[in-house]
Protein backbone atom coordinates (compact mmCIF):
# COMPACT_ATOMS: atom_id res chain seq x y z
CA UNK A 1 0.00 0.00 0.00
CA UNK A 2 0.99 3.08 -0.77
CA UNK A 3 2.02 5.52 1.88
CA UNK A 4 0.83 8.90 1.65
CA UNK A 5 3.99 11.09 2.83
CA UNK A 6 2.59 14.01 4.48
CA UNK A 7 5.53 16.95 4.33
CA UNK A 8 5.47 20.10 4.96
CA UNK A 9 6.78 22.87 2.50
CA UNK A 10 6.78 26.14 3.19
CA UNK A 11 8.12 27.17 0.40
CA UNK A 12 7.05 30.50 1.29
CA UNK A 13 5.99 31.96 4.02
CA UNK A 14 6.70 35.10 2.74
CA UNK A 15 6.18 38.05 4.40
CA UNK A 16 5.89 41.25 1.66
CA UNK A 17 4.11 44.62 1.12
CA UNK A 18 1.65 44.58 -1.23
CA UNK A 19 -0.03 47.95 -1.29
CA UNK A 20 -0.44 48.25 2.25
CA UNK A 21 -1.97 45.08 2.83
CA UNK A 22 1.00 42.06 4.86
CA UNK A 23 0.67 39.38 2.29
CA UNK A 24 1.33 35.78 3.80
CA UNK A 25 1.92 32.21 1.43
CA UNK A 26 2.27 28.98 2.51
CA UNK A 27 2.40 25.94 0.69
CA UNK A 28 1.48 22.62 2.18
CA UNK A 29 1.62 18.96 1.06
CA UNK A 30 -1.85 16.97 2.32
CA UNK A 31 -4.73 14.79 1.12
CA UNK A 32 -2.26 13.67 -1.45
CA UNK A 33 -2.09 17.04 -3.45
CA UNK A 34 -0.31 20.43 -2.99
CA UNK A 35 -2.11 22.94 -1.52
CA UNK A 36 -1.31 27.07 -1.98
CA UNK A 37 -2.44 29.70 0.15
CA UNK A 38 -2.45 33.12 0.22
CA UNK A 39 -3.56 35.80 3.29
CA UNK A 40 -3.73 39.13 3.13
CA UNK A 41 -3.60 41.28 6.29
CA UNK A 42 -2.20 41.10 9.94
CA UNK A 43 -1.71 37.83 11.36
CA UNK A 44 -1.44 36.23 8.53
CA UNK A 45 1.01 33.39 9.71
CA UNK A 46 -0.58 32.28 12.48
CA UNK A 47 -3.84 31.99 9.92
CA UNK A 48 -1.70 30.21 7.43
CA UNK A 49 -0.44 28.21 10.42
CA UNK A 50 -4.40 27.00 11.49
CA UNK A 51 -5.02 26.64 7.71
CA UNK A 52 -2.20 23.99 8.11
CA UNK A 53 -3.36 22.27 10.88
CA UNK A 54 -6.67 22.32 9.94
CA UNK A 55 -5.91 20.15 6.62
CA UNK A 56 -3.67 18.37 8.16
CA UNK A 57 -6.41 17.54 11.20
CA UNK A 58 -8.91 16.27 8.18
CA UNK A 59 -6.59 14.11 6.59
CA UNK A 60 -5.81 12.26 10.25
CA UNK A 61 -9.86 12.35 10.62
CA UNK A 62 -10.80 11.15 6.55
CA UNK A 63 -7.70 9.38 5.21
CA UNK A 64 -8.29 6.04 3.64
CA UNK A 65 -4.72 4.84 3.64
CA UNK A 66 -4.29 5.64 7.35
CA UNK A 67 -5.20 2.98 8.71
CA UNK A 68 -5.63 4.86 12.42
CA UNK A 69 -8.21 7.53 10.78
CA UNK A 70 -12.04 7.61 11.36
CA UNK A 71 -12.82 5.98 7.78
CA UNK A 72 -10.79 3.13 7.99
CA UNK A 73 -12.22 2.16 11.42
CA UNK A 74 -15.73 2.58 9.81
CA UNK A 75 -14.87 0.60 6.66
CA UNK A 76 -12.76 -2.09 9.05
CA UNK A 77 -16.33 -2.62 11.16
CA UNK A 78 -18.27 -2.72 7.65
CA UNK A 79 -21.82 -4.41 8.98
CA UNK A 80 -21.55 -3.00 12.39
CA UNK A 81 -22.34 0.35 13.90
CA UNK A 82 -19.56 2.74 15.03
CA UNK A 83 -19.40 5.78 16.91
CA UNK A 84 -18.39 8.73 14.77
CA UNK A 85 -17.23 12.49 15.49
CA UNK A 86 -19.99 15.01 14.62
CA UNK A 87 -17.44 15.97 11.69
CA UNK A 88 -17.26 12.88 9.72
CA UNK A 89 -21.21 12.34 10.04
CA UNK A 90 -22.15 15.72 8.82
CA UNK A 91 -19.28 14.74 6.21
CA UNK A 92 -21.25 10.90 5.37
CA UNK A 93 -24.64 12.55 5.61
CA UNK A 94 -23.67 15.52 3.06
CA UNK A 95 -21.95 13.11 0.88
CA UNK A 96 -25.35 10.73 0.77
CA UNK A 97 -27.36 13.51 0.41
CA UNK A 98 -24.98 14.46 -2.81
CA UNK A 99 -25.27 10.87 -3.84
CA UNK A 100 -28.72 10.80 -4.27
CA UNK A 101 -29.21 13.82 -5.89
CA UNK A 102 -26.64 13.02 -8.81
CA UNK A 103 -28.27 9.79 -9.05
CA UNK A 104 -25.21 7.78 -7.67
CA UNK A 105 -22.96 9.36 -10.31
CA UNK A 106 -21.49 10.28 -7.09
CA UNK A 107 -21.02 7.83 -4.90
CA UNK A 108 -18.82 7.23 -1.44
CA UNK A 109 -19.39 3.44 -1.28
CA UNK A 110 -17.61 3.18 -4.90
CA UNK A 111 -14.55 2.89 -2.35
CA UNK A 112 -13.35 -0.88 -3.21
CA UNK A 113 -13.28 -0.28 -6.84
CA UNK A 114 -11.53 2.73 -6.53
CA UNK A 115 -9.00 0.46 -4.67
CA UNK A 116 -9.14 -2.33 -7.34
CA UNK A 117 -7.66 -0.24 -10.12
CA UNK A 118 -5.14 1.25 -7.28
CA UNK A 119 -6.35 4.58 -6.81
CA UNK A 120 -6.92 3.91 -3.19
CA UNK A 121 -2.92 3.64 -3.02
CA UNK A 122 -2.44 0.21 -4.31
CA UNK A 123 -0.29 -0.50 -7.33
CA UNK A 124 -2.27 0.21 -10.23
CA UNK A 125 -3.70 -2.40 -12.31
CA UNK A 126 -6.68 -3.17 -14.76
CA UNK A 127 -8.97 -5.63 -12.54
CA UNK A 128 -10.81 -8.35 -14.73
CA UNK A 129 -14.47 -8.19 -15.22
CA UNK A 130 -15.62 -10.95 -13.11
CA UNK A 131 -13.70 -9.15 -10.41
CA UNK A 132 -15.43 -5.93 -10.90
CA UNK A 133 -18.94 -7.44 -10.84
CA UNK A 134 -18.68 -9.05 -7.54
CA UNK A 135 -17.31 -5.50 -5.89
CA UNK A 136 -20.22 -3.86 -7.88
CA UNK A 137 -22.58 -6.15 -5.23
CA UNK A 138 -21.17 -4.25 -2.77
CA UNK A 139 -21.75 -0.47 -4.15
CA UNK A 140 -24.74 1.25 -3.00
CA UNK A 141 -24.78 4.66 -0.86
CA UNK A 142 -28.06 3.88 0.53
CA UNK A 143 -25.88 1.47 2.54
CA UNK A 144 -24.62 3.75 4.73
CA UNK A 145 -26.95 4.05 7.71
CA UNK A 146 -26.31 7.49 9.84
CA UNK A 147 -27.81 7.20 13.34
CA UNK A 148 -28.24 10.34 16.20
CA UNK A 149 -29.05 9.51 19.63
CA UNK A 150 -28.31 11.56 22.63
CA UNK A 151 -26.28 14.03 21.30
CA UNK A 152 -23.85 11.14 20.33
CA UNK A 153 -23.16 9.99 16.53
CA UNK A 154 -23.17 6.79 14.61
CA UNK A 155 -22.65 5.07 11.31
CA UNK A 156 -22.97 1.64 9.65
CA UNK A 157 -21.87 0.44 6.22
CA UNK A 158 -23.61 -2.68 4.66
CA UNK A 159 -20.97 -5.65 4.94
CA UNK A 160 -18.23 -5.39 2.38
CA UNK A 161 -18.86 -1.92 1.56
CA UNK A 162 -16.36 0.72 2.57
CA UNK A 163 -16.37 4.46 2.06
CA UNK A 164 -14.07 6.99 -0.29
CA UNK A 165 -14.59 10.54 0.93
CA UNK A 166 -11.53 11.65 -1.58
CA UNK A 167 -14.81 13.19 -4.18
CA UNK A 168 -15.52 15.43 -1.25
CA UNK A 169 -12.71 16.11 1.28
CA UNK A 170 -10.83 18.78 -0.35
CA UNK A 171 -13.96 20.31 -0.67
CA UNK A 172 -14.62 20.22 3.13
CA UNK A 173 -11.01 21.38 3.72
CA UNK A 174 -11.74 24.42 1.99
CA UNK A 175 -15.50 25.22 3.68
CA UNK A 176 -13.24 24.53 7.04
CA UNK A 177 -10.59 27.42 5.81
CA UNK A 178 -13.91 29.81 4.86
CA UNK A 179 -14.33 28.98 8.82
CA UNK A 180 -10.90 29.49 9.96
CA UNK A 181 -10.75 32.96 7.47
CA UNK A 182 -13.94 34.11 8.65
CA UNK A 183 -12.67 33.40 12.57
CA UNK A 184 -9.71 35.45 12.27
CA UNK A 185 -11.28 38.47 10.18
CA UNK A 186 -9.56 38.05 6.99
CA UNK A 187 -10.97 40.28 4.14
CA UNK A 188 -8.63 39.10 1.41
CA UNK A 189 -7.71 35.48 0.81
CA UNK A 190 -7.30 32.86 -1.86
CA UNK A 191 -6.76 29.28 -1.04
CA UNK A 192 -5.73 26.82 -3.78
CA UNK A 193 -6.39 22.79 -2.28
CA UNK A 194 -5.52 21.23 -6.18
CA UNK A 195 -8.24 22.12 -8.20
CA UNK A 196 -10.39 23.25 -5.00
CA UNK A 197 -10.22 27.35 -5.01
CA UNK A 198 -12.04 29.08 -2.17
CA UNK A 199 -12.05 32.96 -3.66
CA UNK A 200 -12.28 34.89 -0.11
CA UNK A 201 -13.42 38.29 -0.65
CA UNK A 202 -11.48 40.02 -3.88
CA UNK A 203 -7.79 40.85 -4.03
CA UNK A 204 -6.35 43.32 -2.22
CA UNK A 205 -7.06 46.18 -4.78
CA UNK A 206 -11.18 45.48 -4.90
CA UNK A 207 -10.60 43.55 -8.77
CA UNK A 208 -11.69 39.87 -8.77
CA UNK A 209 -9.24 36.59 -8.28
CA UNK A 210 -8.20 35.82 -11.40
CA UNK A 211 -7.64 31.60 -11.58
CA UNK A 212 -7.25 29.67 -14.50
CA UNK A 213 -8.97 26.77 -15.80
CA UNK A 214 -6.49 24.13 -16.96
CA UNK A 215 -6.54 22.96 -20.44
CA UNK A 216 -7.35 19.24 -19.76
CA UNK A 217 -4.66 18.04 -22.45
CA UNK A 218 -1.68 20.74 -21.78
CA UNK A 219 -0.75 20.69 -18.47
CA UNK A 220 0.57 24.80 -19.39
CA UNK A 221 -2.35 26.31 -21.00
CA UNK A 222 -5.45 27.73 -19.82
CA UNK A 223 -9.01 27.13 -22.07
CA UNK A 224 -9.91 30.37 -19.61
CA UNK A 225 -9.92 32.20 -17.00
CA UNK A 226 -12.40 32.47 -13.78
CA UNK A 227 -13.33 36.13 -12.24
CA UNK A 228 -13.93 34.73 -8.80
CA UNK A 229 -14.46 37.01 -5.55
CA UNK A 230 -16.32 35.23 -2.24
CA UNK A 231 -16.96 32.04 -4.70
CA UNK A 232 -15.83 28.55 -4.49
CA UNK A 233 -14.27 26.70 -8.25
CA UNK A 234 -13.60 22.97 -7.86
CA UNK A 235 -13.04 21.28 -11.15
CA UNK A 236 -12.52 17.41 -11.80
CA UNK A 237 -10.69 15.79 -14.96
CA UNK A 238 -9.65 12.38 -15.52
CA UNK A 239 -5.68 13.81 -16.12
CA UNK A 240 -5.34 14.33 -12.95
CA UNK A 241 -4.67 10.93 -11.66
CA UNK A 242 -4.42 8.47 -14.47
CA UNK A 243 -2.43 5.46 -15.39
CA UNK A 244 -1.44 3.78 -18.99
CA UNK A 245 -1.51 -0.14 -19.36
CA UNK A 246 -1.51 -1.95 -23.06
CA UNK A 247 -1.58 1.56 -24.62
CA UNK A 248 -4.81 2.57 -22.63
CA UNK A 249 -5.11 5.52 -20.32
CA UNK A 250 -7.07 4.57 -17.35
CA UNK A 251 -8.45 7.55 -14.89
CA UNK A 252 -9.35 7.72 -11.34
CA UNK A 253 -12.98 8.77 -12.20
CA UNK A 254 -14.92 5.60 -11.71
CA UNK A 255 -18.63 5.33 -13.06
CA UNK A 256 -20.48 3.84 -10.46
CA UNK A 257 -22.50 2.28 -12.68
CA UNK A 258 -19.48 0.15 -14.42
CA UNK A 259 -17.21 -0.13 -11.68
CA UNK A 260 -14.55 1.73 -14.89
CA UNK A 261 -13.25 4.99 -15.05
CA UNK A 262 -15.84 7.00 -16.72
CA UNK A 263 -16.44 6.83 -20.30
CA UNK A 264 -16.99 10.58 -20.44
CA UNK A 265 -17.14 13.00 -23.29
CA UNK A 266 -16.02 15.55 -20.81
CA UNK A 267 -12.47 15.69 -20.37
CA UNK A 268 -13.26 18.77 -17.05
CA UNK A 269 -15.79 20.08 -15.13
CA UNK A 270 -15.45 23.02 -13.21
CA UNK A 271 -18.48 23.92 -10.62
CA UNK A 272 -18.64 27.41 -9.45
CA UNK A 273 -20.73 28.68 -6.53
CA UNK A 274 -20.96 31.62 -4.66
CA UNK A 275 -20.17 31.57 -1.00
CA UNK A 276 -22.81 33.54 -0.13
CA UNK A 277 -26.17 31.22 -0.85
CA UNK A 278 -24.68 28.62 1.10
CA UNK A 279 -26.57 25.69 0.16
CA UNK A 280 -26.18 23.75 2.48
CA UNK A 281 -25.15 26.20 5.48
CA UNK A 282 -22.46 26.10 7.87
CA UNK A 283 -19.81 23.48 7.74
CA UNK A 284 -19.42 21.39 5.16
CA UNK A 285 -21.12 24.46 2.85
CA UNK A 286 -20.70 24.98 -0.65
CA UNK A 287 -17.00 23.94 -1.01
CA UNK A 288 -17.84 19.89 0.05
CA UNK A 289 -21.30 20.28 -2.59
CA UNK A 290 -19.01 21.66 -5.28
CA UNK A 291 -16.78 18.99 -5.24
CA UNK A 292 -19.14 16.47 -4.93
CA UNK A 293 -20.93 18.26 -8.23
CA UNK A 294 -17.51 18.18 -10.07
CA UNK A 295 -17.05 14.64 -9.44
CA UNK A 296 -20.55 13.58 -10.57
CA UNK A 297 -20.71 16.05 -13.43
CA UNK A 298 -17.34 14.32 -15.33
CA UNK A 299 -19.39 10.69 -14.30
CA UNK A 300 -22.47 12.25 -15.92
CA UNK A 301 -20.97 13.66 -19.19
CA UNK A 302 -22.34 16.65 -20.98
CA UNK A 303 -26.05 15.69 -21.88
CA UNK A 304 -26.69 14.28 -18.32
CA UNK A 305 -24.69 17.50 -16.67
CA UNK A 306 -26.71 20.40 -18.54
CA UNK A 307 -29.79 18.42 -17.53
CA UNK A 308 -28.87 18.25 -14.28
CA UNK A 309 -28.18 21.81 -14.23
CA UNK A 310 -31.17 23.02 -16.05
CA UNK A 311 -32.97 20.79 -12.89
CA UNK A 312 -31.94 23.48 -10.68
CA UNK A 313 -32.00 20.98 -7.63
CA UNK A 314 -28.63 23.36 -6.63
CA UNK A 315 -28.02 27.03 -7.69
CA UNK A 316 -24.53 26.55 -9.47
CA UNK A 317 -22.85 27.59 -13.10
CA UNK A 318 -20.17 25.28 -14.51
CA UNK A 319 -17.89 25.01 -17.47
CA UNK A 320 -17.69 22.01 -19.37
CA UNK A 321 -14.38 21.03 -21.66
CA UNK A 322 -15.21 18.47 -23.96
CA UNK A 323 -13.81 15.78 -25.50
CA UNK A 324 -14.10 17.10 -29.02
CA UNK A 325 -12.87 20.32 -28.31
CA UNK A 326 -15.48 22.35 -27.13
CA UNK A 327 -15.61 25.13 -23.46
CA UNK A 328 -19.45 25.01 -22.60
CA UNK A 329 -20.02 27.53 -20.31
CA UNK A 330 -23.35 28.18 -18.02
CA UNK A 331 -24.77 31.13 -18.78
CA UNK A 332 -24.77 32.33 -14.99
CA UNK A 333 -21.22 32.91 -15.12
CA UNK A 334 -21.55 35.94 -17.75
CA UNK A 335 -18.57 37.96 -17.64
CA UNK A 336 -17.18 35.98 -14.71
CA UNK A 337 -15.67 33.41 -17.76
CA UNK A 338 -12.61 34.68 -19.89
CA UNK A 339 -11.73 32.43 -22.53
CA UNK A 340 -8.58 32.15 -23.62
CA UNK A 341 -7.42 33.60 -27.20
CA UNK A 342 -6.03 31.34 -29.65
CA UNK A 343 -6.53 27.86 -26.90
CA UNK A 344 -7.66 26.07 -30.16
CA UNK A 345 -10.92 25.16 -28.27
CA UNK A 346 -14.77 26.09 -29.43
CA UNK A 347 -16.34 28.07 -26.80
CA UNK A 348 -20.55 28.02 -26.09
CA UNK A 349 -22.64 29.58 -23.70
CA UNK A 350 -25.64 27.86 -22.46
CA UNK A 351 -29.09 28.67 -20.73
P1 LIG B 1 -12.37 14.41 -7.62
O1 LIG B 1 -10.92 14.61 -7.93
O2 LIG B 1 -12.93 15.37 -6.64
O3 LIG B 1 -13.21 14.31 -8.84
O4 LIG B 1 -12.50 13.02 -6.86
C1 LIG B 1 -11.95 11.85 -7.38
C2 LIG B 1 -11.70 10.91 -6.23
O5 LIG B 1 -12.95 10.53 -5.64
C3 LIG B 1 -11.06 9.62 -6.69
O6 LIG B 1 -9.66 9.68 -6.54
C4 LIG B 1 -11.68 8.59 -5.75
O7 LIG B 1 -11.01 8.58 -4.51
C5 LIG B 1 -13.06 9.13 -5.53
N1 LIG B 1 -14.05 8.74 -6.55
C6 LIG B 1 -13.84 8.23 -7.81
N2 LIG B 1 -15.00 8.08 -8.47
C7 LIG B 1 -15.97 8.49 -7.61
C8 LIG B 1 -17.40 8.58 -7.72
N3 LIG B 1 -18.04 8.24 -8.82
N4 LIG B 1 -18.08 9.04 -6.63
C9 LIG B 1 -17.44 9.40 -5.51
N5 LIG B 1 -16.11 9.37 -5.36
C10 LIG B 1 -15.38 8.92 -6.39
MG1 LIG C 1 -14.83 16.10 -6.39
Redo the contacts with the bound molecule.
Keep these: MKKVVCLLTVLALALSLSGCAKEARGQVYAMDTVMNFTVYGRGGEEVLASMERRVRELEDLLS?TREDSEISALNAAAGEERPVSPEVYTLLER?RAA?EATG?????T??P??SAWG??GEAYRVPGEEELKALLNTVGYSGITLKEREGKYFASLRPGQSV????????YASDCMADILSGAGVKHSLAAL???ILAWGAKTDGTPWRVGIRDPGRSDANVGVLLLQDAYA????GY??YFEAGGKTYH?????ATGCP?ESDLTS?TIVMDREQEELGGRAGNGTLC??L???L??MGEEEALAFWRGGTYDFDAVLVTADGRVVATEGLGERFIPTEGSGYAYETVS
Design positions: RAAGAFDPVAVVFGDLGGIAKGSGNVTSGERHIIDPAVDASTAFV
